[in-house]
């Protein structure tokens, strides 16, 4: 049965089917996913972030590392049991983990009723209807190397925030990372094309745009045979009612004069790099195939901080690979002692099925946990000692939401999902809009603050 839009009717009347959508991993996989629910509602499907009663869910995977493989694995079997329990109906897995693993992941689980791999997105209506139609297990994998789909989204984050990817893919080969296989090549987006999204968003009230790729730092050079990300940036600038533009994933080696420039010159741009460095030793960075040396890491970062004041960094680092010693492991600790990065994730090494560090000698899991638990305590402290030097500021919060007696939301200093909330006590603060906030304390490692005009 099918409805008037030629969407499959519900198992629940003569309604459009009801398709739950879970969306796991980075942003710019919720990227892909806001795309195919505007694809599923353009088809007439009835789409929320609901699952009990669904028709069918549709969940998008991460497959970059064990622990987000896991976690869509273990995602996949509640949703079989919900299924088996008649509160759910089919299940289409999306994204890396089949890409990665396709007919295993199949042939392994068989509480998949449908898959669509991380280049075949745009298709996922083809796919749903094939699934509600009773077909055996569809599964379309397209070319993980074609151009970025430039399909329209449902922004899910917020009425005045949101992602802009501006690049889908990979070159940079790392020795440990599984992603290029997975996504493919690095294909930037036109820049006409990331402009007239950009205005759109912003036209629909978006306040906050936070430019993503796995390196927007390569922006532009596969199309323009240049890097282009400085003058992106400075065309996004231009946009009128666009407050800010955060920028996350720079590559270290590609970071020029030029984009340091339009970083600090132009006030729209936020002063919070994402900028992942993974170690610091050479011999490390060369096991990781990375790119530059620690040397050249530490003079980035000089450089940015004379350059852009009141910077606040963020990185990523891996502790344990094979080969790391306790010299290269205390040259790490003894660098981000100094450095005094303000937010790091750190993880504990493990090898990935087809990466370069998979062939590597056989990592000593207790030690790489150990060291990463060293590291992130060390982190802790630093952003304690931040936190505490905020303490008596001003600073412009964009309010996000309301929890009983208190406001809570983002400065610069505060990337959604990753960076926590500053904690706002007062009256006459508006939700999705920015407050100035004077910066009164510390709670559970959270700022706490009222408006400017109350307290000063």
């Not at 003079?299 to 290269?328: C, Q």
């Amino acid at each position: 049965m099918t409805n008037k839009t030629g969407a499959k009717a519900s198992k629940h009347g003569n309604k459009p089917a009801r398709i739950g959508i879970i969306s796991l991993g980075c942003a710019k996989n919720l990227v892909n996913t806001e795309q195919m629910m505007y694809l599923l509602k353009e088809a007439g499907f009835d789409v929320s972030g609901e699952t009990e009663g669904a028709d069918a869910v549709i969940v998008n995977t991460c497959g970059f590392i064990e622990s987000a493989e896991m976690e869509a694995i273990e995602t996949i079997l509640d949703l079989g049991q919900a299924k088996n329990e008649g509160s759910i109906g089919k299940i289409i897995v999306a994204g890396c983990l089949p890409e990665r693993y396709k007919g295993e992941l199949l042939r392994e689980m068989p509480e998949i009723d449908g898959a669509v791999g991380a280049g075949s997105f745009d298709s996922i209506v083809s796919v749903l209807e094939s699934v509600l139609q009773g077909d055996v297990t569809p599964a379309l994998f397209g070319d993980i190397n074609a151009p970025v789909s430039e399909t329209d989204r449902i922004i899910t984050t917020s009425p005045v925030w949101a992602y802009l990817k501006v690049a889908e893919g990979c070159d940079n080969l790392c020795a440990y990372c599984v992603i290029p296989a997975i996504r493919g090549k690095y294909r930037s987006r036109p820049a006409g094309k990331v402009l007239e999204e950009a205005q759109k968003l912003v036209n629909k009230g978006t306040r906050e745009l936070i430019v993503v790729a796995q390196d927007v730092t390569r922006y532009g050079l596969d199309l323009y045979g240049k890097r282009s990300l400085a003058d992106l940036l400075r065309r996004l600038c231009r946009i009128e009612h666009l407050k800010w533009i955060r920028l996350h994933y720079l590559y270290p080696d590609e970071i020029d004069e030029e984009l340091i420039d339009v970083i600090a010159e132009n006030d729209k741009i936020l002063k919070y790099l994402d900028i992942p460095i993974q170690h610091i030793n050479d011999g490390i960075l060369q096991k990781m195939n990375r790119r530059g040396t620690g040397g050249e890491i530490r003079a980035l970062l000089k450089r940015l901080r004379e350059r852009i004041p009141g910077l606040v960094l963020r990185t990523s680092i891996i502790a344990g690979l094979p080969g790391e010693g306790d010299g290269e492991f205390n040259e790490l600790c003894d660098f981000l002692a100094e450095a005094k990065i303000e937010r790091a994730g750190v993880f504990a090494y493990s090898p990935e099925e087809g990466t370069a560090a998979a062939l590597m000698d056989m990592p000593d899991n207790e030690t790489a946990e150990r060291r990463a638990e060293i590291i992130g305590d060390m982190q802790s402290r630093v952003i304690d000692r931040f936190n505490e030097s905020r303490v008596g500021s001003v600073t412009t919060v964009l309010i996000e939401g309301r929890d009983k007696d208190r406001y809570f939301g983002r400065s610069f200093a505060e990337s959604p999902d990753v960076d926590g909330y500053i904690n706002v006590y007062g009256n006459g603060i508006v939700v999705n809009s920015f407050t100035d906030v004077y910066i009164t304390g510390i709670e559970d490692g959270e700022l706490l603050g009222e408006p400017f005009e109350a307290g000063i």
